[in-house]
């Protein structure tokens, strides 16, 4: 019996079927687009993902006849709720985390019940990008449209319901709305009131790894599925990663490097709220039993390398595209072996944690009428990795020590780029064999839901396997810690400066 995993993200949707002994039998992508429909704002059109969803799970179902599945589990991007009707039809876009709407009600829940009993109850550092802010500023603005709904779902909850399962929300994906008591594992009453959202207008909150129905039989025929497939809950898409990575004990983490980069380092019991509070971090479910993880996070990350790419090397681009090739090794040969000179501030998007900015933009400092390319892409990488690494200097005083990171993403694939990250953070770096992590941790939640697997986290110990770890050099990191200490000044500097630039600019 093989498992369908599903993953829901932010520029696309993947389906892969997995044998039970962890091997990618078969994998499917599509892409949809980000609607815009006012300045600042940010939507899918729900009902145009659904069809991709559908479409990437009837090609991989297809492709592994011969192995029948026998469950599915969906990993999504979190915060963006769809509205659905009771009976299972989609009544409107979802607004996505960096969509503009719902500041003023993030601010509202600053006053109460105030980001200290926030955090205590719910985990998180408050901020707009979140659910509860959104759906508070849908109930305001479209309430015919707020009222005529069910139940907002999150995507994770929601394909699983609209292929037959019950309404439901696993905890690690119900924490992104703001209203998830992570000590009861259900709605906060106190966060809903606050809030101002009705209790019967959410799904309930359920484990990873909860069967939640089956798939409806016209949709079977449908998408090409046998009889009786399993629908299991699945989780966060940074957790089910986690998991696929092979994250599944305290002190590990994942270093996910993508469009953006997100590290998520693994706990059993999180420091007290004020600790982790005062140094701007989060605390949320991991989809593996027992254990909690935290974000760092910073949206310019790998859209920064695309950015050098697309305004830099141009010609380049297209000229490899032509000969199916990749641009990326080429500009890569091009990095000077020793650290640079330059000073990247890396705000070219809203930042996560340390810093929690919205309203400031990338700095690029030392650059001179002989810098050359190479050290400019460098300079871009290294200025990422800082940030990171003060970031994790803030997870160290909180009390969590990584010592262990496995690298996922497309730049894992990259032998440079992941030995900056490891010169720069002076820490050994694992490259794991499987590329579709997010699609493995689904995977295996399907495995363990209808009894295939008996243990998340033994399944994946069985599963990963790192293929090489990359070592810090010790003179490069003791030049590196010098530059840290440049770059620390940075940003406190021209704080203020950027603000002011950036409000003006909007």
């Keep these: 019996m093989s498992l369908l995993g599903i993953d829901v993200g932010t520029t696309g949707c993947k389906a892969g079927v997995i044998d039970a002994e962890g091997r990618l039998l078969a994998l499917a992508y599509r892409e949809y687009e980000t609607l815009h429909p006012q300045p600042g704002w940010a939507e899918f059109d729900s009902r145009l993902v659904w069809e991709q969803v559908k479409a990437v799970i009837a090609e991989a179902a297809h492709a592994s006849q011969n192995d029948p599945i026998a469950a599915l589990c969906v990993t999504s991007c979190g915060e963006a709720m769809t509205p659905v009707s009771a009976d299972r039809q989609i009544l409107g876009n979802c607004i996505l985390g960096h969509d503009g709407r719902g500041e003023e009600y993030a601010a509202a829940l600053a006053v109460d019940p105030g ?24 109930r305001d603005h479209c309430p015919d449209a707020f009222e005529r ?15 037959g399962g019950e309404a439901t929300a696993d905890t690690s994906l119900a924490n992104r709305t703001l209203l998830l008591d992570i000590h009861s594992c259900d709605w906060s009453a106190e966060l809903l009131q606050a809030a101002g959202i009705p209790a019967s207008k959410l799904p309930r909150v359920v484990p990873p790894g909860t069967v939640t129905g089956q798939v409806d039989p016209a949709l079977v025929r449908q998408l090409g ?12 898409d940074q ?4 998991l696929g990575v092979g994250v599944v004990e305290q002190g590990q983490a994942t270093y996910s490097i993508g469009t953006y980069i997100c590290i998520t380092p693994a706990y059993k019991n999180p420091p007290p709220s004020p600790v982790m ?3 701007g971090l989060n605390v949320e479910h991991h989809v593996v039993p027992g254990l909690f993880v935290s974000f760092l996070y910073n949206l310019s990350g790998g859209a920064v390398l695309r950015w050098a790419r697309d305004t830099l090397a141009a010609r380049e681009k297209a000229e490899a595209a032509a000969q199916g090739l990749d641009v990326y090794n080429q500009l890569m040969a091009e990095m000077p072996e020793s650290p640079t000179s330059l000073m990247v501030l890396p705000h070219f998007a809203p930042c996560g944690p340390p810093s929690f900015e919205a309203n400031t933009s990338g700095v690029i400092l030392g650059l001179k009428l002989e810098t050359s390319r190479g050290e400019l892409i460098k300079g871009l990488l290294e200025g990422v990795t800082y940030y990171f690494k003060e970031g994790l200097d803030l997870v160290s005083q909180a009390g969590l020590d990584i010592g262990e990171f496995r690298a996922t993403g497309g730049g894992s694939k990259s032998d440079a780029w992941l030995q900056i990250t490891a ?32 243990s998340a ?23 590196y810690l010098e530059r840290m200490t440049r770059y620390k000044e940075l940003y406190p500097l021209l704080k203020d400066y950027l603000r002011s630039y950036t409000k003006r600019q909007t």
């Excluded at 980001?115 to 990008?129: P, Y």
């Excluded at 490259?431 to 295939?452: D, P, T, W, Y």
């Design 225 to 236: 599925l046998p009889d009786r497939v399993k629908i299991v809950a699945g989780g966060h």
């Design 277 to 279: 509070l005062q140094n």
């Design 149 to 163: 709904a069910d139940k907002f779902m999150l995507w994770g909850g929601l394909v699983g319901f609209l292929l």
């Design 457 to 479: 986290a033994e399944t994946a110990r069985r599963f990963v396997r790192v293929t090489r770890f990359f070592e810090p050099s010790s003179s490069r990191h003791a030049l």
């Design 423 to 454: 010169d720069i953070l002076g820490q050994p770096i694992g490259r794991v064999e499987v590329s579709e992590c997010g699609v493995l941790g689904a995977a295996i939640l399907a495995g363990v839901g209808i009894g295939q697997f008996s």
């Design 239 to 242: 957790c089910c990663t986690a």
């Design 115 to 138: 980001r200290e009993r926030l955090h205590q109850i719910n985990g998180n550092i408050l901020g707009a990008a979140y659910s509860a802010p959104k759906l508070a500023w849908l």
